[in-house]
Every structure is written in C-alpha cells, then in structure tokens.
C-alpha cells in the first residue's frame, strides 16, 4: 500500500474503533466518547495493540503515517487549547474576587502538594519515572500540578449534559477552573524555564505583551469572520514564537486565546467550532498520545502509579474545596458537589504530561501513569455528580 492509503487506514481505526464501543458498550454514563477515545489511543499504541501484533502495529504506524497524524494532532490541540484561553471570564472572577480566589487557591493548592508528595515517593522507589534533562524540583512540580489540573473544556461538555453549565452553579465551576487554568499554565512555563534561552524568552514576554495589546485594539473593529482569521494566524505566531523561545507551542496557544475576549464572537458559533474540533480532529490527538504510553518499567509499576496518583488527586481536590466550604460558609453537601466537577481532569492533564514529555520532565512511563489517572479521574465525575445533584437540586441556583 502507498503512504496515503496507509494513513487512511490508520485514520479508519482512529474513528471507527471508538464510536463503536462507545455505541454499541452505551458507556456514555461512566466514559463518554472522550473517554472512550483515550483509551482507544491507549489500546491501539505499542504497550497493547504494539505487543499482540507488532508486524501489523508496524505496518499501520510507521514513521511516515505518524509524522502526518502528528502534524493534525499538534494543530488539533493548539485549536482546542486556544478556545479555553478565549473562554476564561476573569471579569466575573473579579466580582467574585474573595470567594473565587479562596476556592480557586485551596482547589489547586491541595491537591499540588498531595501530588507533589507522591512525586517524591515515586522518585524514592524508582529511577524509570524522571526525565533525562529535569532537575528533581521540576519533576516534582510537574507531577504535583498534574494531579492539580481541571479540564476546563471537557467540564463544559459535564455540565451542559447535566443541565447545569447556564445556571448559577455552572458559573461558578467556571470561574473557578479559570482561575486555576492560568495558574497552570504560568507554573508551566516556570517549570519549563530555560536558562540558555532565558534572553528568547524574555524576548517573546515582551513582543507578546506589545502584540496582544494592539491585537486587542483591532479585532473589535473588525467584522466576525475577519476576527476568526485574525485570530487563527494570531494562534499561529503565538505558537511559532513561544517554541522558538523553548517554552512550548502550547504555551504560546494558550496565551493567544487568553488576551482575546469571548465576548468578541459569537458564542453559539464558538460552541460549535470547539464541538467541531472534538469531533473532526481531537481523535488524532488521542491517537498520537496512545502511541506515546510506555509500560516499560513493569505494567504493575505503571498501574500502581497511577492509582496512587488517581487517589491523591480527587483526596487533594476534596480537601481543599472542603475547607474552601469551611471558611465561605457553604451548605451541606456543597463542597462535594463543587470539588468532584473540579476534580474532572481530561484533555488538559493530557495536554500538560504531553508537554512535560516533550521537554523530557517525565519518561513515558510517568506520562502512561499520568494518562490513566486522568482517564479514571475523568469517568469518576458523573456517577459521583449525578446522584448529588438530585440529592440537592437547590444548589443549582446558589451563585455563591
């Protein structure tokens, strides 16, 4: 076969695979095709699809055929990553400023040191799960925010099925995962801090900060469809300019999006380019993150990692919206409610052990824990939501 027909081969078992399962399984309760399409990525990588048939795993996925999904999955997740930067609401943050900063810290700030603790546990009993270039501190780091991440895109998709993203508690989940996505992403170009490069890096800072500020002058003068453009080769540059610099693109397309207003585009037509996103390209990512997952060091290692990383992270969010509750004065069962949407980690984890992989903070091994944490973390949030959401329905409506 050519390389195209290859490809397509491979673009077939990509789609095909996991709207099956997640149809004819009907697993949506537990793992919604998000889900679904992780795992799937897992199964079709070298750890199990690699090691039943390697000579047809080589076939399908040689260098070629995975240099091309790369390219798609690398644009997929700059587009995905970009609509969270546009949809954070630090306005409304803002007016809330006290409780949302109180939530929005103890949210991020337990779970960090639980999973910061559990990075040095896995550091004192193994060698397999450090990068070859990251100091211990950023491994630590890396692992402790990790375990610290909401995925702020895939909880709108949770909260638009349960019927709670317009009403007042929504909201507040917004407000308070916005605050926590820019806390991630500055400890992530912290973390990825490269002194040879420190001069590129204050260079871009600055041109970015004089670009966003005359990008924010112009796109509001512009026609809708000529914002969306703009935008998109905003995305672009920001990106370019950012892995020149040795942050990473992912860095750069998170920053586009966060100096631009959603308020600037529609919104119903933004929802349906990000379901769009989902839908046509997102699967490639997951692909190319199966591909990634290594089960080198032992599968029992490799489990037993990332159950303890599963258990510090929901433990970590728990407790701190929990004495958040505490100290704002919340009703019984508030907390609860609040942390297990907060917990939700999906694509952004992904996204940041993909990053903490590209830049060898982690081994692959530590990124296949990283990817089963986020999986279990991900199916946990509805079966644990639902039935306390009817439990006490009256707190849909509490703006705080």
């Keep these: 076969m050519s390389t195209t027909e290859v490809f397509l081969l491979a673009m077939l078992l990509i789609f095909v695979v996991p709207i099956a399962i997640w149809r004819l399984g009907r697993t949506e309760y537990y793992a919604p095709l998000v889900v ?18 390697p000579d047809y795993y080589a076939f399908v996925f040689d260098k070629p055929v995975i240099a091309a999904l790369n390219g798609i999955a690398w644009w997929a997740v700059m587009l995905f ?10 306005g ?14 103890l949210a991020l700030g337990m779970p960090l040191l639980f999973g910061a603790a559990a990075a040095l546990v896995l550091l004192k009993f193994g060698s397999g799960w450090i990068g070859d270039k990251a100091a211990p501190w950023q491994f630590v780091i890396g692992i402790g925010m990790a375990c610290a991440v909401t995925a702020l895109p895939i909880l709108v998709l949770f909260m638009e099925k349960l019927d709670i993203l317009r009403q007042p508690l929504g909201q507040r989940i917004l407000r308070y995962a916005s605050l926590d996505d820019i806390a991630i992403w500055g400890v992530l170009a912290a973390i990825l801090v ?21 990008l924010r002058r112009l796109l509001p003068r512009l ?31 998170f920053l586009s999006g966060a100096v631009i207003e959603a308020r ?12 769009t996103v989902l839908l046509a390209l997102m699967p490639v990512f997951f692909l190319s993150t199966g591909l990634r997952t290594n089960w080198d060091v032992g599968g029992v290692a490799v489990f037993g990692a990332a159950a303890l990383l599963l258990v510090v992270s929901v433990a970590g969010k728990l407790a701190g919206v929990h004495i958040a509750g505490r100290i704002l004065g919340w009703q019984k069962g508030e907390a609860a409610l609040v942390g297990w949407l907060l917990q939700t980690k999906a694509l952004i984890m992904i996204i940041f052990a993909n990053i903490l992989l590209d830049k060898h903070v982690i081994t692959a091994e530590a990124f296949t824990a990283l990817l089963l944490m986020a999986v279990g973390s991900t199916m946990l949030t509805t079966p644990m939501v639902a039935p306390l959401l009817r439990r006490h329905a009256g707190l849909r409506d509490k703006a705080g």
């Design 36 to 53: 679904v399409q992780i795992l799937c990525g897992i199964l079709l990588g070298p750890g199990v699809l690699g090691a039943a048939f």
């Design 81 to 90: 990553v970009w609509v969270a930067g546009v949809e954070l609401d630090l």
């Design 92 to 105: 409304a943050a803002w007016q809330r400023r006290r409780e949302t900063g109180v939530t929005a810290g």
């Design 194 to 214: 490269d002194w040879e490069r420190m001069g590129r890096q204050v260079a871009f800072l600055l041109l970015f900060a004089v670009a966003g500020f005359a």
């Design 223 to 253: 026609a809708e469809n000529d914002r969306w453009f703009i935008a998109l080769v905003w995305l672009i540059g920001c990106g370019f300019a950012a892995d020149w610099a040795g942050l990473h693109f992912m860095v750069g397309a």
């Design 264 to 275: 600037w585009f529609d919104q119903a037509r933004m929802d349906r380019f990000r379901e």
